[in-house]
Structures are given as C-alpha cells and as structure tokens.
C-alpha cells in the first residue's frame, strides 16, 4: 500500500509533468476512436505555444476526477480462482528397497567381450581385490551405505547372486509390508547375460551352473505398484520396453475381466496395475556400458547413488581440467567437509548440484511432470537429480541412459556451465586448503543467480518465459546468509500477479515459507507478511496448513506490533481474515489468540485499508461461531464497528456493514440480550439507508437479510400485516397530476428509435415501448398453470385500480411486484401510522421492513434486485404458512415483536404520529414525510403502477423452494400442510446462502495484483497518459480558440449550425464543454447528438420510474473521461460512463441524493451544481435544504436549511469563495457561506424580484457578481456584499428558460410564445430568433429548455415540438 498513488492537487507532481506534453509525440499511432478524430487543425495550428499550452494543461492534470475508482470500474466479484495444481494430492515415500546383485564375481558372461584393461570398480570396490564372496557382501553393504545417504528410514533387503525363488521372495515380502507405499528394486546385471528381447532378466541356479532368465511379467506381479525399477546392465533399454508391453497386456486383462465377470481371467486374482512404476535404465537396448578403465565398471549406479564424487572424478578427465592446475584424482577424494554440511567445500557443492538439477528439470519438464517427479517422493527426486548427471556423464561415453517416464534431453542444458564454474571454484582452492590449511571462500553461485533473478524483475513481463533461477531461489531461502535478499525478490516476483505466485508454488515454495514463520528475525516480517499475503490471495486453502503449524501466531503477533508500519499491519489482517474464513479451526485459534482485542484496538488507524480488512476480520471471526460473537459483544465490538458506519471511505464503511451483518447473523439461540444487541444493531445500520455508495446499500440489505433470517416469525406478521395495509387502502390516484403521456417514447411518428437498451451491470429496469412492457408483463405474470396472462396496454393506465400488484387479486400477496413494494412504502406513510393494524409503529422489526421497502426502490438496480429477494423471501414465507393468520390482535403481536429498547445507539423517538427521525441525521429513515396537500386541494402525487421490465424474466421465481407451483393459490387444504412442514427450513438456507455481495473477495484480489507497479495513469509512454495527454490538448485549444472570440465581442447569435428532432421532449439540454457532443434529456431518458456532424450518437434509457422526469444534468470529469449525472424529481442521482460511442451505456453509481422529495409536474424538481475542483455536488429543489455530497467520500457533507418555504429553482456555487447562490419559488435568491454553521451560513438575501427566479449565476472571478432572472423577465445584478440590486434589465415576460453565458457576457431567453431572444450584458437584444432556418420556414414552438456552451458561443434551444437546435455566432468570427 506504501506505493499507492494518488491523483489530483496532492498527488505526485514530478510525475505528472515529467514529460511535457508537447506536439511531436500525437504523430504516433494511438488507435483509439478519440484520437482518429484529432483533427488535423490541432497538428498545424500554429496558435499554441508551448508555455501557454502548459499553463492550460497543469489546470487539468490539477483536476480530481469523480467516480474514477475501482469500486466505479469494477463489477464487485472475487477473482475467477486459478486451478491450483501445487498441492501434491499423493504425497509418497519410498519404504522398502530391493537390491539385487547378480554379479558372479570372477566369472565374467559369456555374451561380454571385455576389453583390457577394463573398467572394474562397483560400488567403488575392486572385487579381485579379496575373495569373491567377500566382495560380493561388500560390494552389497556398500550399494545400501550409498542408498542410505538418500533415504536413511527405508527398509532395505540385498539379496547377491540369487535365484529367481529368492527374488520373488524377496519382492513380495517387501510389498506386503510396504503396503501402498513404494518399493525400489535395484538390478546390477553385470555377471550375467544381457536380457532378452522375449522380457527377461537373468539370474542363477542354486549350485551357480546355470542362468535362468526371470520373465519381468513375474517381476511386476511380485513387485506390484506403486515401484521404482533400477537397471544397470548392458542393452538396459530391452528391459523397459518389455516391461511396458506386459504392463499394457495387464490393462488389457483388466478390462476384459471388468466387462465380462465369466471370463477365466476374472476368476484369477486381478494383476495390479503399472501405471505408477518408474523405471531407470543405465543404456538403450542396443547399447553396451562403457568398459574405460579410469570409470567404475556401475557407472549409471555412481551417477545416481554417489553423483558428487563421480561428478568431479569425470571432471578431471575432461581437458578442461588442466586449466586448473594441481587437481588430481587423489586430491579429489581428500576434499573436506561432509555432503549434509552446506559450509563445508564437500556439502556445499552438493547444495549447489541439487539447486542446479532440480533448476534444469524444473525449465525442461512439464509442470505435471516435474511435480510428480522431483516433488512427491524424496528419494524418487534425489535419484531423478542424479539421473541428469547420469545423461550428461554417460552420453561423453556414447551410452544413452533411459527413463520411463522419458525426460527431454537435458545433457547440454547451460546450468551445466554454472556447474562447471563453480567445481572449477572448488577444486582450484582445494590445493591451499589441503596443504596450508587455508579457509575455504564459499562459491558466489547463490549470490550470482540471485543477481540473475533480479535483472529478469526488472525487465520482467508478463508473456515472457518464466524466470529460470526460481528453483534456486528456493534453495537460497535455506541460507541465512542469502535469505534477506533471497524474500525480498521472491517478494517482488510474486507481486507480478497470480501467475506468479502459482508459479512459486508449483516449485515447490510453500514448505519453506511456512518453516520460516518460527523464524523470531524481526527483520524478515515485513517480508513473510507480504509473501504471505501473496500467496493467500490466490490460494485460500493454505488456511489449513497456517493453523496447523500455529503460523496464525506470527501473524497475531505482527498485527500486536504498534511498531510494524500500517502496510504490513493490513497484510497481517488481511492473512488472518483468509484463515478465520469458513474454517471454524482457524476461527478458534484466533479467538484464542486474542484476535478480536487487537482487531478492535486498530479500528480508528488512519490507515483506510487496515480499517477495512481489520472489520472483515472481525466479520468472519463471528460469522457463525458465537463463541467469537459473545466475546465480541463482552468488549462492545458492535459498538466500537458504529463509528466506522460514517467512515470516509465507502469500503471501510462497507466492511463495517458486513461485519454488523454476521454479528446479528448468527444462528445460535437467542436470549433477551441478544435480542437487544441485535435490535440496537438494526437500528444503526438503517442510518445508512440514503448512503451515496451503492455498495455501502448493497452490503446493508444483506446485513439486514441475515437478521430478517433471524427474526423470521415477526417479520412475517409484520409482512403480512403491510399486505393486509396495502390491500384495504385505496392509494390517491395520479392520473390528474401527470402529464398526458406516460410511456416516454411511444407515439406514432414512424421516425422514433428504438431505445438502446442498457447493461448496467443488471438489466435496468427499462420501460421502453408499450409493445415491450406489454411482453415483460406478460412474462412476470403467471397464473395457476404456468401459462402468461395475457394484459393489454389499456391496463397500463396511471389510475391505481390497473392491477395494483401482479394480476389477480387472488395471487398478489404470494409475491411482491415492484409496485405493490412501492405502494406499501407509500401506505406506511400516508395513512394514519398508529392504524397499522396492531404493529406499534416503532417496533424495529416495522422500521427494519420499511427500510427493505425503500431499498427496494433504490435508483441502483443490484440494491434494490438484492432488496425485492429479502421481501419476496418473507411476503412468501408469510403467505405460504400451513395456518395463514390474517388479522393479528395486537395482543400476539406485541410478545413477537418487542419494541426496540432505547439503549445506546437505538435512535428511535416517537413523535405524535410522525415518523421516526434518526437523531443523527435530518433525513427521516425512510423516505417519506407525510406533507400537507400541496397545491389547492390537490393530492399529493403518487407513484402510478410500475413494473420492472426489460429482460422479461419471472422475478425472482428461482428463489422458491420446488415443492409447490410457483404461483399457486396457497395452501387450500389439509394436502399441502404435509409439504409445508419443511419449507421454511430451506427457505432460510436460500436467504442465508445465496445473498452476499462479493465485497470481501474484491477486496481481496487488492493483494492479488501488483501493488508495487506505478499504475497506468503515471507511466508516462502509457497508452492512457498518452489519450490523457490528448485531451488535455485538445481542452487548451477549445479554451484558447473560443476566448479569442468572445474577447472580440459576440454581436450575433442567430446562425444555425444544427437542427434535428429528438426522439422526447427535450427537458434538459447540456453540452460537453469540450466534445462536439450535446446531450438531450426528455422526461425518462437521454440522446446524445454529434453537433458537428449531425448525427446522433446514442439513446437510452435512464432508468426513473415512470411517474418522474430528469430535471437536471451534469458532465463530471468533462475535462478528461466523461461521465453524466442525471437527477430526477424523485431525489435519484443516476450516473452514466460508457455513453456517445460504440458500447453500451453503463451506469457507474446511482443514489438518493434528496429523500422526502414528491415528484410534482410544476415543482422545481431537483436542481444540482457540480464543482470539479472540489468533487463536490451541491443538490437540492423542491425541499428546504441544500445538501452537499461529497463524492470522493461518496456521503452527505452538510445540509444547509434553505430558511424558506418555496422550492429552490437554481444552484450556482464559486469553489474559490465557498459560496453558493440559490435561486427560489418565492422570487427571493439567497446567498450562503458552506463554512459556517447551518444557522448562520446564510449571508444575504434578496428579494427584489417578484416571482420565480428562473435562473441564478454566481460569476466564478473573484469579484463576481450574482445575476438573476425571475419568470416576469427582470435581470438583476447584486454585489455580494450589498442588499440591493446595482442592475436591472427588463427582458420579455413568461419566461420559461433562461441561460447565461459563463464567458460571453451573454444570456438568453426563451418563452411561452415560441420566441428566442439573446442579450449581452448591456441589456441591448443581439438577437431575436423566431423561425427554424430552412425548416420549411416552420415557426419555433414553445421553448422547453435551452443551454449556452461552456466556451463557444453556441445556444442549444429545445422546444416542446420536439426539434433541438443549436445556434451560434456568425461564421466570420467562428
């Protein structure tokens, strides 16, 4: 985490401007649609120079950008788990051990020509040197002493000069004992014939007359599997391909008796199988072993039992040897040191051989190969090792040694080459060190490659071959001397990514890593802990091996450790959080170390990332286990996790939630004090019901669920009670208060497009043509059969009697549709509250449910999908029941649902009829107030049903257990009490299973990736510094270009550079400050239109439910990577990436930036401001405060109370001098200072105008003005320190849309009586637009909105017939 880098004014300088962006480098190919589009006028345009370009660029680089991080990016899931093949699922050892000697010392065979002299030596004994009998026993003690030094613990049995009932004697005693182990049988054949090519060995009669051959049939059925055969004899190769012949003759024999059970073969005892043998042979089949003198005469033996000695023997016979002078065979056998002393000359090059050989495999097998060679047995890996030497020494001598199973070529690999360096190091010191006694100078092989390792890290890349020394690494880490280093570019090398790290482990790391955690080095920590993160984040089930060799102790030590820095601190977190997962040993070895202490003590670092894995720790820690969950509630754990619910940081305050979640998620019975804790939980997390961050909400319905999973039974009569509620009250029709046309695009004129659908990560809900509601409806609703229910678009009236819920009014209760969820939020405000029937209002189990009913609503698909599950869970359960209860008395209901008590954290007041208020916040908890009627009369408006569409699928119909029809009437009779008796059973363990949100596996793949890389967005020969580089330029140029002329004075604003009919009535239009791109908003959704080029870019849908419109727009990072902010007159915020170009809008983040808003048509809606600068969004409308959202922190910052009772109509807002200017319904435009205090933060108020004030504009310089126009058309000038007006201008009456130009001095005008008039400052009109050009002359109809350009002097005027045209100044100045 120390690497992190962060953007904006903070952020590291140096590297934004270290090189500057100049023209030369936009000649290069950078293949994006952006810049395909970089005009060619950018290239040649002599109007930048350099220093000004640069000026203008350091304001952009300086920008924040919102909604940028990887939480916005990102779809919030775990990484797809790598297939881990490391893990040896077949550990084996090698037990007993054969060694069969048939070598008739003095009397050679007679199918052997020997040479003379000829090579003698076996086992390094000269047999004629003492009598044969007494060298065959020596000979024989000595192979077992040279096996010995490989495996001490087998059982080994010699067996010289035997007979063939001898061997199978031998062979099947030593695998009955062995049992399923393996078993190594060693074959020196050099005192009898070759073996045959019929599949046979050979050995002696009892009186030594003869030869009998031994069939290796009889050998493998002796020997049986798992074995390791070793031949060293002449034409050796014959032997392996026999023996592969019978062994496939035996699977043969094996399927024929498992097919047929009569066949004489199946009556036999089945032969085992060989698949699992391993065979070495000294030579090919056609091949003699060499006969030199100087060799042993079992060379292929000395390889493989004794490979150092024979190593540098045939050293010394190379010619090479002479460059080292004084080294003679003698000497050799004189070196110091024993082969297990890794200080000593002889152990040392021994470390170095295995390091080398098991490098050279590792580069050359195939990974399954190599694990099952060089991993899964020790001795089978020391004599694979040694056969490598064995290919490299035998080959000088023509002599091919085989294996089975065949190994690539490995004799000329260049490790070989290192191996020579550093026996040439060895040997050249040996004559000092013998005769003057001189200490030895360990090699520098180790420091070497370790210096090899580290160039591959730096230059490494991903698609490159893996880096060859890994293998050495993992020796080094035995070397205390090399180890520091030797962690530290293992380290480096696993943060390459999981590749990496499964890489490390399929070497063979993990062994070592786990040994070092009993290391007490201080200086290692930081190292382990970062490895092991490493490896945790990619393979979870280490967790296992951690808890079993107590390493979990080094890490609760680590986290203890006030001195360790914060980074290393998460790490250690983050380690114990994968232990304490689901793994109930790791769980309790936790609690017992104190885990849950020293996790609470680190809850208030300043270290985000240490805040958020320290909560998920603790979630898991007591996610079903109440041991834990009870010495969490013994130190206040709950509510010391409280003040993380208004963390800064939306994943800590989401991994808070999550931890509250499994805190009242246990299933343990529940006493009185649990209950309590459980209820005072509830009501904390419900605070975050209006949360800015989708994943905060989402994480809280899943909280909330495991406590409705809790509480089933009083959930279900609260449920119930809610249905009963919504069924008897007849909700106040909308129909009068909404506009004509409900369904947004669907009219007649054949020119309207098919609305884009969208993916936003979920389907969104979309109402797009009636034809396609009509197909959605039909798909939810089915009726008893199955079958759809047809529905006409003439049901889709706004009146509330269209089918309140989904059909019939016999099934509306068995499932909630999104409508019926909506009305009931809006019943359990709007009717009496104490009427529910029974429910004390405050019940928390009631407050719980109506919070689910808001987050059902939520503007962010996945929250409320989550939400519409938790009910449909309950509304089921609740209906399903064997016995339905109706009505309750409020009698029952009291005793199931106890009101919440009023201990700390519990914030519930009840107030005479009103709703509860959370004594935190000035939001209520739900989203509604109830409000007097508002206009004469007139009923507040409703929501008109509403039905998730798009996608069609039958919501949430998968979540219902099988045993009943989906749909059916409910339990009608005796029959189906039967099947009911289990059904809540799996219905709770769907709730508990399914619903979770993915946060702590995305958080975890943070340890995954590479955190020590420079991101992306620093790297300056990056594709994307390079895009960002181009559209810093490309804003430079617009700003430049565009203030040339405005500077020369706009006297005309009347040519029409763009006209074309939107497919909606434009509401809000916005253009892109540095796009030709203008964005068109109607009453649900956006098109998006190219200015330049006339064309249209893009339509879809916005997502608001039917009964509200988008009353207003914003671009966010215009500057850079667009996004756009749409906000209705419900209180959504909706914001969009991914717009105006090939791929599917997507929707980034969407909340409730204002709650107890009630749409109404003449209302003000929502009005918001944006401030780049900041990342500040100040909102407000048709309520009485101004809220300020922070969206970095992605929470409200500030509420400033309006002080009136009209509707605030406009925001404008200067970041320099913290002021915002609003304007309001009553005419009077008010002025506050977001410094101070909510009391006295509003500095001025004028009321000079009349009437509604259709526009205020707080000028950005210094000394800005405010100017602002009321409907009647009066322009008003006010200095910010003085009361009255230092302006007016009269300008025409009705006004319906105003805008004033930020550079210009301009504003225009446009009203009821289909005119358009643009002023500049002095009041004078430049122009006056009354007819569209060229349309056929047709006379502009009645303007609904119109926008200035941030820079160009270009209006963009939409009218309520339609059309959207963009005017401008005359060409001349353009």
Request: net charge neutral; charged share 20%; hydrophobic share 40%.
């Amino acid at each position: 985490m120390a690497r992190l880098f962060t953007v904006g004014p903070g952020g590291p300088k140096h590297v934004w401007f270290s090189s500057s962006p100049s023209n030369q480098g936009l000649s290069q190919t950078w293949d994006t649609r952006a810049l395909m589009k970089m005009d060619s006028e950018l290239l040649n345009s002599p109007a930048l120079c350099l220093a000004e370009e640069e000026e203008a660029d350091t304001s952009d680089w300086n920008l924040p950008l919102a909604f940028m991080k990887k939480r916005h990016s990102e779809k919030i899931e775990g990484s797809k788990a790598l297939a881990q093949s490391w893990r040896m699922k077949d550990r084996m050892k090698t037990v007993s051990v054969a060694l069969v000697l048939c070598l008739n010392v003095g009397v050679d065979p007679p199918d052997v020509v020997k040479t003379s002299p000829c090579a003698r030596l076996e086992c390094w004994i000269d047999p004629l040197s003492m009598s044969p009998q007494k060298a065959l026993e020596t000979i024989g003690a000595n192979l077992q002493k040279q096996y010995e030094n490989w495996q001490p613990r087998a059982r080994y049995k010699q067996s010289l000069d035997p007979t063939v009932d001898e061997v199978k004697k031998l062979c099947t005693s030593l695998r009955r004992n062995a049992k399923e182990e393996r078993v190594l049988f060693h074959y020196n054949g050099h005192g009898v014939p070759r073996p045959t090519v019929n599949g046979e060995i050979w050995v002696f009669n009892k009186n030594y007359t003869q030869y009998i051959p031994l069939s290796v049939y009889d050998l493998q059925t002796w020997m049986g599997s798992p074995s390791i055969f070793v031949y060293d004899c002449s034409n050796a190769g014959i032997i392996v391909k026999s023996f592969k012949q019978f062994a496939l003759q035996r699977e043969q024999e094996l399927e024929v008796a498992a097919i047929n059970p009569n066949h004489p073969l199946a009556q036999m005892p089945l032969p085992p199988s060989m698949k699992n043998c391993i065979q070495l042979a000294a030579c090919e089949a056609s091949e003699l072993l060499p006969m030199n003198p100087d060799l042993p005469a079992d060379l292929f033996t000395s390889c493989l039992t004794t490979p150092i000695k024979i190593a540098l023997r045939w050293f010394c016979m190379q010619k090479s040897a002479k460059l080292v002078p004084g080294v003679t065979l003698d000497l050799i056998e004189k070196i110091p040191g024993r082969l297990n002393d890794r200080r000593t000359p002889l152990g040392e090059l021994n470390w170095i051989f295995t390091a080398i050989t098991d490098t050279i495999a590792w580069n050359v097998l195939p990974r399954d190969l190599f694990q099952k060679l060089f991993r899964q047995d020790l001795l089978v890996a020391s004599l694979f090792r040694n056969f490598l030497l064995a290919e490299r020494i035998m080959r000088s001598y023509n002599c091919t040694p085989v294996s089975s199973p065949r190994l690539p070529p490995t004799y000329m690999h260049a490790m070989w080459q290192a191996w020579d360096l550093a026996v040439d190091i060895c040997l050249s010191q040996l004559p000092t060190i013998i005769e003057e006694g001189t200490a030895f100078r360990h090699s520098p092989f180790f420091a070497e490659q370790l210096t090899a390792f580290q160039v591959w890290l730096t230059m490494g890349v991903e698609n490159r071959n893996p880096p060859e020394q890994l293998p050495i690494v993992l020796q080094v880490l035995l070397s205390q001397v090399h180890r520091l280093r030797a962690l530290d570019l293992l380290g480096r090398f696993l943060d390459l990514g999981p590749w990496a790290v499964s890489l490390a482990l399929s070497v063979g790391i993990f062994p070592y890593v786990l040994k070092l955690l009993q290391s007490s080095a201080r200086e290692l920590r930081p190292l382990l802990v970062f490895i092991w993160a490493k490896i945790l984040a990619v393979d979870s089930s280490c967790q296992a091996d951690l808890v079993k060799d107590n390493g979990h102790k080094y890490f609760l030590s680590v986290l203890a450790d006030p001195y360790m820095p914060a980074e290393h601190r998460t790490m250690a977190v983050f380690i114990l959080a994968v232990i304490v997962n689901s793994y109930t040993t790791g769980q309790e070895a936790c609690l017992q170390g104190n885990l849950i202490a020293i996790c609470l003590e680190q809850l208030s670092d300043p270290h985000p990332l240490l805040r958020q894995w320290v909560a998920i720790c603790l979630g898991r820690i007591w996610q079903n286990f109440d041991s834990a969950r009870w010495c969490g509630v013994r130190d206040s754990a709950h509510e010391k996790l409280y003040s993380l619910l208004s963390d800064p940081i939306p994943e800590v305050r989401c991994a808070a939630v999550f931890a509250l979640g499994t805190f009242v998620g246990n299933s343990a019975e529940r006493t009185d004090h649990s209950t309590t804790i459980d209820h005072n939980v509830a009501m904390m997390l419900a605070q975050l019901i209006n949360d800015g961050s989708p994943v905060v909400r989402k994480e809280l319905v899943v909280a909330l669920s495991h406590l409705v999973v809790q509480y089933e039974s009083n959930f279900c009569t609260v449920a119930l009670q809610f249905m009963e509620e919504e069924k008897n009250y007849a909700v106040p029709s909308p129909a009068n208060t909404l506009e004509p046309c409900n369904l947004t695009p669907v009219r007649d004129s054949p020119a309207i497009p098919r609305l884009r659908s969208v993916n936003s990560y979920t389907n969104i809900r979309a109402a797009t043509t009636a034809r396609n509601l009509n197909k959605s409806l039909q798909n939810l609703n089915l009726n008893e059969e199955g079958g759809p229910v047809t529905f006409s678009p003439g049901n889709l009236s706004t009146s509330s009697s269209a089918s309140s819920t989904l059909g019939s009014p016999d099934n509306d209760e068995y499932i909630l549709s999104f409508e019926t969820i909506d009305k009931m939020r809006r019943v359990s405000s709007y009717s009496s509250l104490n009427s529910l029937i029974g429910v004390s209002f405050n019940s928390v189990y009631t407050q719980i449910w109506r919070v689910l009913l808001h987050l059902a609503a939520d503007p962010f698909p996945e929250v409320s999908d989550l939400s519409m599950k938790v009910l449909n869970s309950i509304a089921y359960k609740a209906t399903m029941n064997a016995r339905p209860q109706r009505i309750l008395d409020s009698g029952s209901l009291t005793q199931s649902a106890p009101a919440s008590p009023t201990s700390k954290g519990a914030h519930i007041h009840q107030a005479g009829g009103s709703p509860p208020m959370p004594s935190a916040s000035s939001s209520s908890l739900t989203n509604e107030v109830p409000k007097p009627p508002t206009r004469g009369g007139e009923q507040p408006p409703m929501r008109p049903p509403y039905t998730p569409t798009l996608g069609g699928q039958a919501p949430h119909s998968h979540q219902f257990p099988r045993t009943r029809k989906m749909f059916d009437k409910g339990p009608s009779g005796s029959e189906q009490a039967g099947d009911d008796a289990d059904d809540p059973g799996g219905h709770k363990a769907y709730m508990n299973a399914n619903l979770s949100t993915g946060l702590c596996d995305w958080s975890a793949k943070y340890f995954a990736q590479p955190v020590m890389k420079i991101p992306e967005e620093h790297d300056v020969e990056s594709q994307v510094r390079k895009e960002r580089e181009w559209r810093f330029l490309r804003n430079a140029r617009v700003r430049k270009q565009s203030q040339r002329i405005t500077q020369r004075g706009v006297t005309r604003l009347d040519d029409q550079i763009f006209i074309n009919r939107n497919p909606g009535v434009p509401s809000v239009v916005k253009f892109h400050p540095f796009n030709p791109c203008i964005a068109v908003a109607d009453k649900d959704s956006i098109c998006f239109w190219d200015w330049e080029k006339a064309e249209r870019l893009d339509y879809f849908y916005n997502g608001n439910p039917r009964y509200t419109r988008i009353t207003a727009m914003e671009y966010l990072n215009g500057h850079d990577y667009s996004l756009l902010l749409t906000a209705t007159d419900d209180g959504a915020l909706r914001i969009w990436k991914n717009f105006a170009d090939q791929r599917n809008p997507e929707m980034v983040t969407a909340w409730q930036g204002l709650s107890d808003m009630l749409p109404t048509t003449r209302g003000a809606g929502m009005v918001v401001d944006w401030e780049q600068e900041t990342g500040l969004l100040m909102t407000s409308g048709d309520v009485r405060v101004i809220r300020i959202w922070d969206t970095e922190r992605e929470m409200k910052v500030q509420d400033i109370p309006t002080g009136a009772d009209s509707c605030v109509t406009c925001l404008s807002c200067d970041s320099q001098r913290s002021l915002i200017a609003a304007g309001l319904g009553d005419g009077s435009v008010r002025l506050y200072d977001r410094r101070m205090g909510a009391n006295e933060c509003r500095v001025m108020t004028y009321r000079e105008h009349s009437s509604w004030v259709v526009k205020a504009h707080l000028q950005k310089q210094t000394d800005g003005k405010i100017i602002s126009v009321s409907v009647d058309g009066d322009v008003r000038f006010f200095e910010l320190r003085s009361p009255d007006s230092v302006n007016v201008l009269q300008t025409v009456k009705g006004l319906t849309a105003l805008d004033i130009h930020p550079q210009a001095n301009l504003f225009a005008c446009g009203s009821m009586n289909q005119f358009i008039a643009v002023y500049n400052s002095n009041g004078d009109v430049i122009s006056n637009i009354k007819y569209y050009d060229g349309f056929m002359g047709q006379r502009i109809g009645a303007i609904s909105c119109l926008a200035f350009h941030p820079y160009w002097p270009h209006l963009a005027v939409g009218s309520n017939d339609y059309y959207m045209s963009i005017y401008s100044a005359e060409k001349r100045l353009r």
